[in-house]
């Protein structure tokens, strides 16, 4: 029937028809909805039935519990702020924060998904799903209180620039979520840190409480980057229950996404130990040199818990486009993405969260690290070559 | 013996695999030469259209030197030249007389001649054909000798011949083959563990290599690449067990016969097996002994599922077919929303999919590509199926650029396109791994020229 739909529809948006300027949209919808049923022309005859699609849509999946808890969270910390955490059901805080986030997405897609449509119509290619991912990470790594033009610009920016103009998903040098961060790091810092972003300030309908204007909740590393005592427990980082990105605060709903993309081999397990690693021997050896600040003391594992650093370490640091391609490779990427962050985080005191521009950086040395691996690849054949002639 | 044992891979298991039934076919109506068997070479036609041939006239000769020749595995008459764009040659069809009458005059095998008279005689007796040279997986020329000459004893592709069974009964030949070939350069052969008590491998005239591994451990680049890879000056030349047979049965009787036991497989045969036929043969003399079952679009293979070609039900085997696969072609199947459903019944090396559940069971999977063609996103995928030191994505990636120093580079001489089957299917990006890598081969050829 879903066939016979698009059969009918077919030729409206085929060269010639009226709606031609939106085939791609078609193509994309039709896709979405039935599996292409074109079959192998050379090469091999059979094929695994795994594709770009699947693999998006388990990312997605992984994705889901720390999204889930950050809409908790979000009502958390605003009835946390008013003083009304008692009386209000989970299911409340849940709804309130589902209902900041929506748009929040919806405007991500939108905005996202319309450039990829247009592009893919003027390229005249099919649209890509690497947006589905990039379009739910965008949100999810930004402060609750960014207005939602500034995430539509956010969105534009990086699918536009660090995106369409290297060619499309599988051939950018940078992750687009991290880039649509980063352009707002830098053009409206007042929006992206500080203490007043963290939390939901107004109530929606009857959802959430209105707070006095001007009520501000730091981050941990916040008030540690400021030498203040953070004061939050053990627990509440592992859980997830302080100020932060949306989807960075829980350790608990990021391990359940780490275990899926691990299960499924879709995230290398290469590259997400390596940054773990490299952050706690960089945050070990922060606690033994000497340094006399409140985030250089921190301890080591706490480090790893706070911030975006697990959320990076599972979900960003291991997107296979802009990560080391050579197995080799994943472990030098990850442990310096790990060590690059702590340094940010203990050495800048303007900016206490530091895997944003760790992974951006190691993104843009991965071809390097790559190149040596190969290189030595090369040279090891050419060495066995020269022996055996 | 020296035993390699190599872990990157996988054994794909499909229904339909052919149970050892011989079944005998009677001396086709119709048989041809095609253009892969000639791949490499120029050819040039030395008969016409109603021209009488007899089993071992020359049809076609490499236009570079005349060296090689293509000849007749019958006797008969021509009966149809078949040109495609720009008049290239794809095949001479010859119609059997069926008396089987041999060209005299041609030259003789021994085990006593000297290399340059062994490789003349292959030559001109058409057996050549059935040998490919590494470098650039091509027929040989007869031009130059190799450094070495390989034989793969196993197949572990899906649907692919059993070559225990294929060279059962046939020891001898195979023995005299192998001594044919001594005469030329040092034999590898590389076997299987289950295969180190086989009759038909003798340590006297060969040297044995035991590869023990998944999927493609029994493809002849892999065994070249662990044992003596090949460089861009070297030469090898690479032939399957069967036809070390044929090249031994013709020193024994002087007389050539392209008869093969072809394996018959693919769940869309209404039963499996192999049959004895002349290499060359159409594919309708096949279809009358295993007959295709109703219902499916059927496509039908010319080897096996991972490297063989798709072959019409009125076309011909080729001279190094090993075996004939039926499968579903599967464009009728329309999966509403299949990338995110459980997929039990088909089969995924992700674990996103359930495989795992069921390892080794036979699948039953169709031509579709499940997916659409991508840019390539995962990486790592090449490399955990790709048995040898090389890294396969940034291998495919020079070529796809087009940079032919980085192709040398990272050993695009010690490749063939089959070695790249397994990651074809592997790939989730659903790039053609086989064609690029042919692609860049050929132009590599032509610039080394």
Redesign the interface.
């Known amino acids: 029937m ?2 016979k739909l698009f059969d009918r529809l077919r030729p409206h948006f085929s060269e010639g028809g009226k709606l031609h300027c939106f085939y791609s949209v078609f193509e994309g919808f039709e ?25 998006m ?2 990312v997605v999946i992984a994705l889901m519990p720390a999204l889930l808890f950050g809409m908790y969270n979000i009502g958390y910390q605003n009835a946390l702020a008013a003083n009304a955490l008692e009386g209000s059901t989970w299911f409340s805080l849940w709804l309130f924060g589902c209902l900041v986030m929506l748009p929040k997405i919806i405007v991500s897609y939108l905005v996202g998904l319309g450039i990829e449509f247009t592009v893919a119509q003027w390229r005249k290619e ?1 649209i ?1 799903e ?1 947006y589905l991912v990039t379009g739910l990470l965008i949100p999810m790594i930004l402060p609750v209180g960014t207005p939602l033009w500034m995430l539509a610009l956010a969105v534009a920016f990086s699918v536009i620039l660090a995106k369409e103009i290297f ?5 950018n040098i940078f992750n687009p979520a991290l880039i649509a961060r980063a352009f707002l790091f830098f053009s409206y810092p007042t929006k992206m840190s500080g203490d007043k972003v963290w939390v939901a300030q107004d109530a929606i309908g009857q959802w959430g409480h209105a707070l006095p204007e001007g009520t501000t909740m730091a981050t941990p590393l916040g008030q540690l980057s400021a030498n203040l005592d953070a004061q939050t427990s053990l627990s509440d980082m592992v859980v997830g229950l302080i100020p932060g990105s949306v989807g960075e605060t829980s350790v608990i709903a990021i391990a359940i996404g780490a275990a899926i993309l691990l ?4 995230a ?1 397990w290469k590259t997400m130990v390596s940054v773990f690693a490299g952050g706690a021997l960089t945050a070990w050896l922060f606690n033994i040199g000497g340094l006399n600040t409140g985030i250089a003391q921190l301890p080591w594992y706490e480090h790893l818990l706070l911030g975006g650093f697990c959320f990076g370490a599972v979900f960003m640091a291991t997107d ?2 802009t ?5 080799t490779g994943k472990y030098f990427y990850g442990f310096f993405i790990g060590v690059l962050a702590i340094c940010i985080r203990v050495l800048n005191p303007g900016y206490p969260e530091g895997m944003m521009l760790a992974i951006l950086f190691m993104n843009m040395w991965a071809p390097l690290i ?1 190149y040596i691996v ?1 290189d030595r ?2 040279k ?3 060495k ?2 020269k022996a ?2 | 013996m020296k035993v390699f044992k190599t872990k990157r891979g996988l054994n794909l298991k499909l229904t339909g695999e052919a149970p050892q039934n011989l079944i005998s076919a009677p001396l086709p109506a119709l048989w041809a030469l095609k253009e892969n068997c000639w791949y490499g070479l120029r050819p040039k036609l030395l008969v016409h259209e109603g021209d009488e041939v007899c089993v071992g006239s020359p049809l076609v000769a490499d236009k570079k030197n005349g060296l090689v020749v293509g000849t007749s595995a019958v006797s008969g008459k021509v009966k149809e030249i078949v040109r495609g764009d720009r008049r290239k040659l794809l095949a001479v069809v010859v119609e059997t007389d069926g008396k089987q009458t041999h060209l005299e005059g041609l030259p003789t095998l021994s085990v006593d001649a000297s290399p340059k008279s062994t490789v003349a005689s292959l030559c001109q007796t058409g057996l050549a054909l059935t040998i490919r040279k590494r470098p650039y997986d091509i027929c040989i020329d007869g031009t130059t000798l190799p450094r070495d000459i390989f034989v793969s004893c196993f197949n572990k592709m899906p649907l692919a011949a059993d070559f225990n069974f294929v060279v059962s009964k046939r020891e001898n030949e195979f023995e005299t083959g192998i001594r044919i070939l001594k005469n030329i350069a040092p034999v590898h052969l590389g076997i299987n563990p289950e295969q180190t008590t086989a009759e038909w491998i003798s340590e006297e005239d060969a040297s044995i290599h035991i590869f023990d591994g998944p999927n493609p451990s029994g493809n002849v680049g892999v065994q070249i690449h662990h044992v003596s890879p090949v460089g861009k000056n070297d030469e090898v030349w690479t032939l399957d067990p069967e036809s070390v047979c044929l090249i031994g049965a013709y020193a024994l009787t002087a007389k050539l016969n392209w008869t093969r036991r072809m394996a018959i497989g693919g769940d869309q045969f209404e039963k499996n097996g192999y049959l004895e036929v002349l290499a060359g043969c159409p594919v309708k003399d096949i279809l009358a002994n295993y007959a295709l079952k109703d219902g499916h679009t059927v496509r039908l293979i010319d080897g096996n599922p991972l490297v063989g070609s798709r072959v019409a039900a009125d076309g011909f085997t080729s001279l190094t077919t090993t075996s004939v696969c039926a499968i579903a072609e599967g464009n009728e199947t329309n999966e509403v929303l299949g990338w995110i459903r459980p997929r039990f019944k088909d089969f995924s090396v992700s674990r996103s999919y359930f495989s795992w559940l069921q390892k080794g069971k036979a699948r039953s999977l169709d031509c579709r590509i499940k997916g659409a063609h991508r840019h390539m996103i995962m990486s790592g995928e090449y490399d955990r199926v790709l048995p040898m030191d090389i890294m396969g994505e940034f291998l495919i990636k020079a070529i796809l650029t087009g940079d032919i120093d980085r192709q040398e580079a990272l050993g695009i001489y010690e490749v063939a396109p089959e070695d790249f089957a397994v990651a074809e299917f592997v790939d989730s990006s659903k790039l053609e791994l086989q064609r690029i890598v042919r692609e860049g081969l050929d132009i590599l050829r032509k610039e080394n020229e």
């Open positions: 879903i066939k896709s979405f909805a039935l599996v292409s049923n074109e079959t192998s022309k050379c090469g091999v005859n059979i094929h695994d039935c795994i594709d770009s699609k699947r693999i849509s388990f099919e890509n690497g060619g499309g998903t599988g051939m299960w499924t081999g879709i290398s296979p486009v990560s080391a391609r050579t197995e790559d190969v690849n090369i090891r054949r050419a066995r070559l055996n002639q």
